[in-house]
């Protein structure tokens, strides 16, 4: 929509908050703020045109279940005092001190896009990648949408033991039938189907009793349609006495101890191998193979001195961090916004009006849930510090009247994305086909179609 | 298949599933919590976060246990939304403990 044109102008002697992301956490900072005692406008900025940050990049298309979540987001989105502006990139389109100087509070919710590398020979040739490139590719995300990769291959390897390794490794070993029916994106499934990939390495540094997998994902290698679980534990005699039931990676061990007894029938193998350390990536002008060597700090906990495993594709998932922002404190060690409790902080000092939420807060654990306990902590600071904080010179119109925003989605332009994806979805069976290009997404906010 | 609250609950009541729900499906009475199956969606978060190990996948309950998904979807219409972590019951530590040994 164009800026200023049926925004309606704020209230007086209300608290002004913006939020910087339109994912989970963004979402849940803004209902805490919403639900509060205190009158707060709360205006949401999003980078991308559209919301739920990785509730749409991140989630994979075959857990859709998962994806419900956003009916709450659409119900936060419909309390009073919410706004939504798509596509507005803060440090690019507004920059932070204008934006700061519009609003009593602003809070970072702006997750931790940047993959961490493996820092090995070889990463990056043609073939090599990281995993968060390829989620996102795959669900559709306009900045991912030209990525290249090559399938034709019939063994790829996933460094990492976590979840988005497992996404990674299923979205690889599944058939077209079981992807066709998902909102997987069309450019993906497309060279899916073309795939020869047959074993999937999963390759991880520490021991199978170690993992970071939830065992609800865990579970699902052994129901796939054409694929097997393969876990191989006679480097690990010591794990035989079981482990403990309370923990969430006791409890993947004990389905990986099951993984390692079951027959192996299909076409497809996901292998599981641990105590690896990655020590570089090969091959002439293309992947060929991965080298592996024992972990140097803990030799004893490895599985084999050195194994070496030919391969045309590397996906390395090996965790997130932060990016970071001028003017904005930064931990190097965690990955996170430096803060107290939310609070942006330096050096143990806070720095007044700014908070964040979420994975730019505590690192990238949990799942979405475990963003609502966040960023309910980090607005309960918002609530307590707003009235000892200076007004804003300046009201949030401005920066639609002297900044480069030009347009943006508000959340009535995103149900017309909506809508016009879930019935070309419709179309194909599929509950939706995501619209991949900004263009697109614009005309679709603006009740046109692309073409 | 959603996610059931069982009786090992009953009497803690810790309330940490409550504080990770993504989307408010916790019901909550005097003794325990229950999950609304008809607005859980299956993300599993609650289980691990559970002092006492009382979340299970409904698929996953022994024969024993199986009344509590029928238990779960009754109370969770009777009973109001819970929708922050509140103190719990007391004696919950001691019996955590019994549970735990």
């Given at each position: 929509?164009?800026?200023?044109?049926?925004?309606?102008?704020?209230?007086?002697?209300?608290?002004?908050?913006?939020?910087?992301?339109?994912?989970?956490?963004?979402?849940?900072?803004?209902?805490?703020?919403?639900?509060?005692?205190?009158?707060?406008?709360?205006?949401?900025?999003?980078?991308?045109?559209?919301?739920?940050?990785?509730?749409?990049?991140?989630?994979?298309?075959?857990?859709?279940?998962?994806?419900?979540?956003?009916?709450?987001?659409?119900?936060?989105?419909?309390?009073?005092?919410?706004?939504?502006?798509?596509?507005?990139?803060?440090?690019?389109?507004?920059?932070m001190t204008a934006l700061r100087s519009c609003y009593h509070a602003v809070v970072l919710a702006t997750g931790a896009p940047v993959s961490r590398l493996m820092?090995?020979?070889?990463?990056?040739?043609?073939?090599?990648?990281?995993?968060?490139?390829?989620?996102?590719?795959?669900?559709?995300?306009?900045?991912?949408?030209?990525?290249?990769?090559?399938?034709?291959?019939?063994?790829?390897?996933?460094?990492?033991?976590?979840?988005?390794?497992?996404?990674?490794?299923?979205?690889?070993?599944?058939?077209?039938?079981?992807?066709?029916?998902?909102?997987?994106?069309?450019?993906?499934?497309?060279?899916?189907?073309?795939?020869?990939?047959?074993?999937?390495?999963?390759?991880?540094?520490?021991?199978?009793?170690?993992?970071?997998?939830?065992?609800?994902?865990?579970?699902?290698?052994?129901?796939?349609?054409?694929?097997?679980?393969?876990?191989?534990?006679?480097?690990?005699?010591?794990?035989?006495?079981?482990?403990?039931?309370?923990?969430?990676?006791?409890?993947?061990?004990?389905?990986?101890?099951?993984?390692?007894?079951?027959?192996?029938?299909?076409?497809?193998?996901?292998?599981?191998?641990?105590?690896?350390?990655?020590?570089?990536?090969?091959?002439?002008?293309?992947?060929?193979?991965?080298?592996?060597?024992?972990?140097?700090?803990?030799?004893r906990a490895a599985a084999r001195t050195s194994l070496s495993l030919d391969c045309g594709l590397v996906f390395s998932s090996i965790g997130r961090r932060a990016?970071?922002?001028?003017?904005?404190?930064?931990?190097?060690?965690?990955?996170?916004?430096?803060?107290?409790?939310?609070?942006?902080?330096?050096?143990?000092?806070?720095?007044?009006?700014?908070?964040?939420?979420?994975?730019?807060?505590?690192?990238?654990?949990?799942?979405?849930?475990?963003?609502?306990?966040?960023?309910?902590?980090?607005?309960?600071?918002?609530?307590?510090?707003?009235?000892?904080?200076?007004?804003?010179?300046?009201?949030?119109?401005?920066?639609?009247?002297?900044?480069?925003?030009?347009?943006?989605?508000?959340?009535?332009?995103?149900?017309?994305?909506?809508?016009?994806?879930?019935?070309?979805?419709?179309?194909?069976?599929?509950?939706?086909?995501?619209?991949?290009?900004?263009?697109?997404?614009?005309?679709?906010?603006?009740?046109?179609?692309?073409? | 298949?959603?996610?059931?609250?069982?009786?090992?609950?009953?009497?803690?009541?810790?309330?940490?599933?409550?504080?990770?729900?993504?989307?408010?499906?916790?019901?909550?009475?005097?003794?325990?919590?229950?999950?609304?199956?008809?607005?859980?969606?299956?993300?599993?978060?609650?289980?691990?976060?559970?002092?006492?190990?009382?979340?299970?996948?409904?698929?996953?309950?022994?024969?024993?246990?199986?009344?509590?998904?029928?238990?779960?979807?009754?109370?969770?219409?009777?009973?109001?939304?819970?929708?922050?972590?509140?103190?719990?019951?007391?004696?919950?530590?001691?019996?955590?403990?019994?549970?735990?040994?």
């Open positions: 929509m164009i800026p200023g044109t049926s925004s309606p102008r704020r209230a007086a002697g209300r608290y002004r908050v913006a939020i910087i992301g339109g994912g989970p956490s963004g979402f849940y900072a803004a209902e805490a703020l919403l639900r509060s005692e205190r009158s707060i406008d709360v205006d949401v900025f999003e980078r991308l045109p559209v919301p739920y940050g990785l509730v749409r990049f991140g989630v994979a298309p075959d857990h859709p279940k998962l994806k419900q979540v956003t009916r709450v987001f659409d119900r936060i989105a419909e309390m009073p005092g919410f706004r939504f502006f798509g596509a507005v990139d803060i440090g690019k389109d507004v920059s820092d090995v020979p070889g990463e990056g040739i043609p073939g090599s990648h990281r995993a968060g490139d390829f989620v996102a590719w795959y669900n559709g995300h306009p900045d991912f949408r030209d990525r290249q990769f090559d399938f034709n291959t019939e063994r790829a390897v996933i460094i990492g033991n976590g979840n988005v390794a497992l996404d990674v490794a299923r979205i690889l070993a599944k058939t077209v039938d079981e992807l066709r029916h998902t909102d997987i994106a069309a450019h993906a499934f497309d060279a899916l189907a073309e795939s020869r990939i047959r074993h999937v390495y999963l390759v991880g540094r520490r021991g199978p009793e170690q993992t970071r997998f939830a065992v609800k994902e865990l579970q699902e290698f052994a129901e796939l349609a054409d694929c097997d679980p393969v876990v191989d534990l006679s480097h690990y005699p010591e794990l035989s006495s079981g482990p403990g039931p309370d923990s969430e990676a006791g409890a993947a061990l004990a389905l990986l101890q099951e993984f390692s007894m079951r027959p192996i029938a299909k076409r497809r193998r996901c292998v599981f191998l641990f105590g690896l350390a990655p020590l570089g990536i090969e091959g002439d002008g293309r992947v060929q193979r991965m080298l592996f060597g024992p972990l140097q700090e803990r030799p990016a970071p922002i001028s003017g904005i404190p930064y931990d190097e060690t965690r990955g996170i916004h430096a803060n107290i409790g939310g609070r942006l902080a330096t050096s143990g000092s806070v720095l007044p009006g700014l908070y964040v939420c979420g994975w730019g807060k505590r690192g990238p654990q949990g799942t979405i849930g475990t963003n609502r306990a966040c960023s309910v902590e980090t607005v309960t600071n918002v609530l307590t510090d707003l009235p000892q904080l200076d007004e804003p010179p300046r009201h949030p119109d401005r920066l639609f009247a002297a900044t480069s925003i030009r347009r943006y989605v508000d959340y009535p332009g995103w149900g017309r994305i909506d809508a016009e994806e879930v019935a070309r979805g419709g179309a194909k069976g599929k509950p939706r086909e995501k619209l991949v290009t900004v263009e697109e997404l614009f005309a679709a906010a603006d009740g046109g179609v692309a073409c | 298949m959603p996610y059931v609250v069982t009786d090992l609950c009953t009497g803690c009541r810790y309330t940490e599933c409550v504080s990770v729900c993504p989307v408010e499906c916790f019901h909550i009475d005097d003794a325990m919590t229950y999950i609304d199956p008809q607005n859980c969606i299956d993300c599993g978060g609650c289980v691990p976060v559970c002092p006492v190990g009382a979340i299970k996948a409904a698929h996953k309950l022994p024969p024993e246990k199986t009344e509590w998904i029928e238990i779960n979807r009754r109370r969770a219409a009777e009973t109001p939304v819970v929708t922050g972590k509140l103190p719990p019951l007391p004696g919950a530590d001691e019996r955590k403990a019994i549970i735990l040994r």
